[in-house]
């Protein structure tokens, strides 16, 4: 059986820390806690799982932290987890190692969840890695490893749950100290960048990088697909619908149309109230293959474009058609309260 060390970088955690410690501890061999300034009792409970917790000073640099926790690895495999993270199944990653030999490990990533607990938004990432190979991580914010060599994809689930958010500017302040420093972005740096100043608002910014980020054409694939959406959330945002539609456009020329983009266009023209087009969408989104790598939120595939094609052909006057999305909808989000509501309604219609 391959030997496991989880290698974890920490600050002021006291609020997650145990639980996350609690799921994964007897999935792993070792744990290593590197804290980077704690000044509540987040060692504390740390200690309660391990010994091996180290002191580094913070230096705006997520890379550097992870790769010094990686340093500190005895194990076969180095694997990582956040803070507010929780593994999902502990046995369920005992019985992958038992005859692992791969050099990455990715595993399914749940960000996001809605009111039932089903998730929003998920990704793989690159969960545990064969120490003997060295990996090292880059980017000052949201760090990775590429992974190379054997990879193979796992079933137990990493899921997020964030309680709060220390610091909203952290990365956008490391993104602009490194700008100003002169560093020149790689292209997944100026991608994340775009993301930065579109959540901090900063729409105009953020357009005029994700348009830098496409036409340097030197992204992931996946990257590319989740500029252009991007790039129209910040056209909309700035009340300029033909590019908002001409950014999502353009994700096809990196691959097949995306159920996220599908159902983005249809928003589009259910906003305009031109629901013949808007259903054409939405049924293209409804009929997409789902996608392991990138960004996936799996209420595009399907509960989302039900919902809307039981509103547009409601709009369009085709009662039975629309009730019969909602059913579908229904099946998938029994307790959904807009689905719910939409029963009765064509209850009382029908």
């Not at 199944?89 to 990715?106: C, F, I, K, P, S």
């Not at 998730?119 to 990775?144: C, D, I």
């Not at 036409?215 to 590019?243: F, P, Y």
């Not at 990138?294 to 039975?320: A, E, I, K, T, W």
Request: glycine residues 4%; contains cysteine; proline residues 4%.
């Amino acid at each position: 059986m391959a030997t496991v060390s989880l290698c974890m970088i920490v600050r002021d955690e006291e609020a997650v820390l145990g639980r996350c410690l609690e799921s994964a501890a007897d999935a792993v061999d070792e744990i290593i806690i590197v804290d980077t300034g704690s000044t509540d009792r987040t060692k504390e409970i740390a200690a309660a799982f391990t010994d091996r917790i180290y002191d580094m000073p913070w230096e705006d640099d997520f890379a550097k932290a992870r790769n010094h926790a990686f340093s500190k690895a005895e194990m076969d495999y180095q694997m990582w987890l956040d803070a507010d993270d929780v593994l999902e199944d502990a046995a369920a990653l005992r019985r992958l190692t038992e005859d692992l030999t791969a050099d990455v490990v990715m595993l399914p990533y749940l960000v996001t969840f809605d009111a039932q607990g089903n998730p929003t938004m998920q990704y793989y990432r690159e969960r545990l890695l064969k120490r003997s190979r060295h990996f090292q991580w880059v980017g000052a914010v949201h760090e990775t490893i590429a992974p190379s060599g054997t990879v193979l994809y796992g079933a137990p689930a990493v899921l997020h749950y964030k309680e709060h958010v220390n610091d909203p500017d952290r990365n956008l302040r490391i993104f602009e100290k490194q700008l100003a420093a002169g560093k020149a972005l790689t292209p997944r740096e100026l991608y994340y960048y775009g993301r930065e100043l579109y959540y901090h608002a900063r729409h105009a910014e953020a357009a005029a990088v994700f348009r830098c980020f496409l036409t340097e054409g030197k992204g992931w694939r996946e990257d590319n697909i989740g500029a252009c959406l991007l790039l129209s959330a910040c056209h909309a945002a700035l009340d300029d619908r033909e590019n908002a539609l001409t950014a999502l456009f353009r994700s096809f020329l990196y691959d097949r149309p995306r159920a996220e983009v599908c159902c983005e266009i249809g928003r589009l023209y259910m906003a305009e109230e031109r629901y013949a087009e808007a259903v054409f969408w939405y049924e293209a989104a409804a009929a997409a293959p789902p996608e392991r790598e990138g960004f996936s939120r799996p209420d595009c595939h399907d509960y989302v474009p039900y919902m809307q094609l039981c509103v547009c052909h409601d709009r369009m006057g085709n009662l039975r058609t629309a009730w019969a999305y909602n059913e579908k909808a229904g099946r998938i989000k029994p307790k959904d309260a807009n689905f719910l509501a939409n029963q009765q309604y064509f209850r009382e219609r029908l």
